[in-house]
């Protein structure tokens, strides 16, 4: 054997033993958080995951799709072709994105994220139990209705499953009906108007994440509808968008001050300054920087082989929070604390 060779052997064995430590020692350390769309919601619960990684050590990438599934789908593909060790998802379309789901899962570790893909090989969910918050936003409306009245729905788009949750369990309360369970649920249809004892709701409007038709939607519920009574916002631009409307038909004479109430989900600033004001009833919070938080430290643990934090059920509930005027400042400072992260 040439001993002259045998440095050069062992060294050059030495540096590929350090670059492979190294590329294990980025991919247990990068995980990535994915996006339904971009919001200012996003960017709350990306102060979590920013929160979370100065925690925990860890790098995290946070990925808002702008153009809806196909973007979404690229973005994945993109992270499984870097070799993350983990990614944390809010599928937009989850019946129908399962298989693709199915092998992200089979390549790193996969956990979902403010909606689900129940059916999909994701490890755990985390979120709201959106049938639960929904109930509670139909008590909202009650409490802004307590005679009753018609009632309308606007969201970006029901093919997301809590969506679908979301506009069930207000439906079930303003029916007065007995709660359901998230794993026998059973949806109304869309296109049909729906009447109970003293609340009607008219309709669910979808805008599939533009702004600009969410508030045409707004303005359009109350040209054709004279005695709509409140706008129920479900997604996080919704409300702001029913109440921009509102307020240009009050400053035309098209409808009265106060005479169409808003109630809402999520915790957008114009919402907030407009429960503070006494022009919206309230809105249900998710609390979504927990989503980002809780999002990466389940994925690390995961990474760290320890899966004692994910339940039977493998759904780790983010508690709502309700916000109304009594307590919207203490809830808007909280949020503003958040937000402080993502400047620093």
């Not at 956990?111 to 918050?133: E, F, M, Q």
């Not at 509670?136 to 679908?164: D, H, I, T, Y």
């Not at 307590?327 to 604390?337: H, P, T």
Request: glycine letters at 8%.
């Amino acid at each position: 054997m040439n001993t002259t060779r045998v440095p050069f052997l062992l060294c050059l064995a030495a540096v590929l033993g350090l670059f492979a430590s190294c590329q294990r020692g980025n991919q247990e350390t990068t995980l990535a958080y994915v996006t339904n769309g971009i919001d200012p919601f996003w960017d709350l619960c990306a102060a979590g995951v920013r929160q979370a990684e100065a925690e925990f050590g860890v790098k995290c990438e946070v990925h808002m799709p702008p153009k809806g599934l196909v973007d979404q789908k690229r973005i994945l593909e993109q992270l499984l072709a870097k070799g993350v060790s983990g990614i944390a998802v809010s599928p937009i379309d989850a019946e129908n994105q399962t298989k693709f789901l199915n092998d992200v899962a089979n390549r790193t570790k996969l956990i979902t994220h403010d909606a689900d893909a129940p059916k999909s090989d994701r490890l755990v969910y985390i979120g709201t139990d959106n049938y639960k918050a929904g109930r509670a936003l139909g008590k909202l409306v009650k409490e802004s209705l307590p005679g009753g009245g018609e009632v309308m729905l606007f969201v970006g788009r029901l093919e997301q499953l809590n969506a679908r949750q979301r506009r069930q369990g207000v439906i079930d309360e303003l029916m007065d009906r007995p709660a359901q369970t998230l794993a026998t649920l059973k949806f109304d249809k869309v296109a049909e108007t729906i009447k109970g004892d003293k609340y009607t709701i008219l309709d669910t409007r979808t805008d599939n994440f533009d702004k600009a038709k969410a508030k045409s939607n707004a303005e359009d519920a109350m040209a054709k509808n004279e005695n709509l009574a409140c706008m129920v916002g479900l997604f996080a631009y919704n409300p702001p968008a029913c109440l921009s409307a509102i307020q240009e038909a009050v400053k035309l004479g098209k409808v009265k001050e106060g005479q169409i109430k808003v109630c809402g989900f999520d915790e957008h600033d114009a919402l907030l300054q407009a429960i503070k004001d006494g022009h919206a009833h309230g809105t249900i919070s998710q609390q979504p920087w927990k989503y980002g938080y809780e999002s990466v430290k389940m994925l690390r643990a995961i990474l760290n082989g320890d899966t004692s934090g994910i339940p039977a059920n493998k759904f780790i509930e983010i508690p709502i929070k309700v916000v109304k005027k009594e307590n919207v400042d203490d809830f808007w400072a909280e949020k503003r604390k958040m937000e402080a992260l993502l400047k620093k």
